[in-house]
């Protein structure tokens, strides 16, 4: 299984970042997509993800100025960030969860993209 992310970055505090992710498309059985994020000295934490109906969840610190979204049929998720923070600096993570036809839930991480917000 692959996941690929994309779009991390170094942007001003105020500016905005789109972060991608694809996921093998051999992949079946997706059941939520969605972005972590470990900044240094902390535990990786969730900004956001969603399910395959749609509903999607947010950290509190980035409610508000952020949307995820997914491709079902790209097997991408992607997370629009505006009104980016210092504190929102941290490597992201893409995570994909699926079942299989057993019921086994399996959990699938991608390599870490960096975002830098410079004050």
């Known amino acids: 299984v692959q996941l690929q992310a994309s779009g991390g970055g170094l942007v001003q505090a105020g500016g905005f970042l789109r972060l991608s992710c694809a996921v093998s498309k051999t992949l079946a059985g997706i059941t939520q997509m969605g972005w972590y994020r470990q900044a240094p000295g902390n535990q990786r934490e969730l900004v956001a993800s969603?399910?395959?109906?749609?509903?999607?969840i947010y950290a509190d610190a980035v409610k508000g100025r952020s949307t995820i979204s997914r491709d079902n049929a790209e097997n991408t998720v992607y997370l629009q960030m505006n009104s980016l923070k210092p504190e929102d600096t941290a490597v992201y993570y893409c995570n994909v969860r699926r079942r299989n036809w057993l019921g086994a839930e399996s959990n699938y991480w991608g390599p870490g993209t960096q975002v830098t917000v410079s004050s």
């Open positions: 969603v399910a395959n109906g749609g509903e999607a």
